[in-house]
């Protein structure tokens, strides 16, 4: 390729920038759409819809059944539910729309830092990722999260539209949604209302206002809450999380973040490396308060991945979120080298390879979480069980299960204490402690088998070795129950699912 058309390309995407916006807005709406048949099954799926469901039959979160994150998402994921009925089909296309959401909004704010060149990288960076396409279709907070963040940071620097007060208000407003969907954001929020107070540090107006927005939405999404039974609450949103590690040495910790800190490189490693270019030539800006912007962006990412990395147990997946704000800053990084660059050659050749290498990211990466394995889609294996629990049972019935995304699909409750999916249970618990945190023990779980007060019981082989489900419990099932069905190659670990109706039933 001649220099005259290495220069014509960049010039090409320069012209033709918002129809390139389309076209990979649209690739990723087709990875998602594979996603949401061909998406492997997360157990996290079935009790973020189960809780959905909960809300609007009128429980609440934390006081009526346990549920361990912010409590925005079952009342944000629960309308389509209500509006298309219950199933994990329309949860992930709810997830599918605030992801593509989330493009479109991220690109007007990348042309704010990178102009249309710098956008379209950025787009292209967040399109060409299977993993984050992935864990942004499946249902968990992730999708959600980073549609509010982007939507903050939109009021902030790309909608010129609004005038301040209202834009920094409109920030913070959804900051804090963002915030009451996922706690990591906390850091994202004080970090927003810091900024604002510099930039606007000679209008006490708008820094009152600002800072009341964000103390009301705080208080509206978590005080009733708070008010109604703290003790719930702080279990739920960090108790819970803190006793996640309780049982892991420092080898096992060290393991964990070694490895995570490496999925990090392997998934983003284009994202990452733009990044530090951008920061290091963004360091040689004379004036900080007219780059401030650049500033705020790079600590919430740098805040918010801190404080997912030291939480223990730490997963790769939970820096998707921060995907889109890092793609704004890798794009502006890929600005910076092709604007800064006096040598065409260099500028171009750097461009060109910068471009190749994330056309390849979906080979490199493969089919994240997709699975293949087989004649159905992961999905249409859930619904066969769950059709033959619709036919089986009462609809008024209850199951004893813990992989909730069956009960989602079947359109069942599950028995008191079973909303967390396997998150719900505590064997060694006290029968007091249990029942006050709306979870379960082994004692509790046994009574429901003995009672039969289960229209259907589903274990997995996965779970009961995890659970360390004994071998009395085992019996108790057969005494009271019988071997209805069974699935091999099931929900998220592939495993055998055996499903059990009461004997008494039995024809």
């Not at 963040?149 to 790309?158: A, E, K, R, V």
């Amino acid at each position: 390729m001649s220099q005259v058309e290495k220069l014509e390309l960049m010039r090409i995407i320069e012209e033709r920038a918002h129809e390139i916006y389309i076209l990979l807005i649209s690739i990723y709406s087709a990875l998602g759409i594979f996603y949401i048949f061909f998406g492997g099954m997360n157990n996290d799926e079935g009790w973020y819809l189960y809780a959905s469901k909960l809300v609007y039959a009128g429980k609440i979160p934390y006081i009526e059944f346990s549920y361990t994150q912010p409590p925005l998402l079952p009342y944000i994921y629960g309308i389509p539910q209500l509006l298309f009925g219950q199933s994990l089909y329309v949860g992930r296309l709810t997830s599918l729309f605030f992801g593509v959401m989330t493009c479109i909004f991220t690109v007007k704010i990348a042309e704010k830092f990178g102009g249309k060149i710098g956008a379209t990288i950025t787009l292209a960076l967040i399109c060409f990722n299977p993993f984050t396409a992935y864990f942004f279709t499946i249902v968990k907070t992730y999708a959600l999260t980073a549609f509010l963040m982007i939507l903050s940071l939109y009021f902030l620097f790309g909608n010129s539209n609004v005038e301040n007060p209202v834009r920094s208000m409109l920030s913070i407003f959804f900051m804090c949604l963002a915030l009451g969907v996922r706690l990591s954001v906390l850091p994202a929020v004080f970090l927003l209302l810091l900024y604002i107070l510099y930039i606007e540090r000679n209008n006490i107006r708008t820094i009152v206002l600002s800072a009341g927005t964000g103390l009301i939405t705080c208080g509206l999404l978590f005080i009733p809450f708070l008010i109604s039974n703290k003790d719930l609450l702080m279990f739920n949103l960090v108790g819970y999380h803190l006793g996640r590690a309780g049982d892991m040495s420092l080898f096992e910790i060290f393991i964990n973040k070694i490895s995570v800190f490496f999925g990090i490189v392997d998934m983003f490693f284009v994202i990452l490396v733009l990044m530090f270019v951008g920061l290091i030539l963004h360091s040689y800006r004379k004036y900080f308060v007219s780059n401030a912007k650049h500033y705020l962006l790079y600590l919430i990412v740098l805040s918010v991945f801190a404080l997912h990395f030291i939480q223990r147990p730490t997963y790769t997946e939970y820096q998707v979120i921060l995907v889109p704000l890092a793609s704004i800053l890798a794009g502006y990084g890929f600005s910076e080298i092709y604007n800064n660059s006096k040598d065409n050659f260099v500028k171009n050749s750097l461009s060109l390879m910068i471009i190749f290498m994330i056309l390849l990211t979906p080979l490199a990466q493969g089919p994240v979480g997709a699975d293949l394995s087989g004649n159905k889609r992961p999905i249409q294996e859930i619904e066969e069980m769950a059709n033959y629990i619709k036919n089986h049972t009462p609809e008024d019935g209850k199951l004893l299960i813990f992989s909730t995304y069956a009960a989602v699909q079947a359109n069942r409750e599950v028995l008191p204490g079973f909303e967390m999916s396997l998150f719900s249970y505590y064997p060694d618990w006290s029968n007091d402690k249990t029942e006050t945190y709306r979870v379960i023990n082994k004692h509790l779980l046994n009574q429901y088998i003995e009672s039969k007060s289960a229209s259907a019981i589903l274990l997995t082989s996965y779970e009961v070795e995890r659970l360390q489900i004994g071998n009395d419990t085992v019996r108790l099932i057969e005494e009271n129950y019988y071997l209805a069905k069974s699935m091999q190659n099931w929900g998220q670990w592939r495993d055998t699912a055996y499903l059990y109706l009461p004997k008494e039933e039995q024809r």
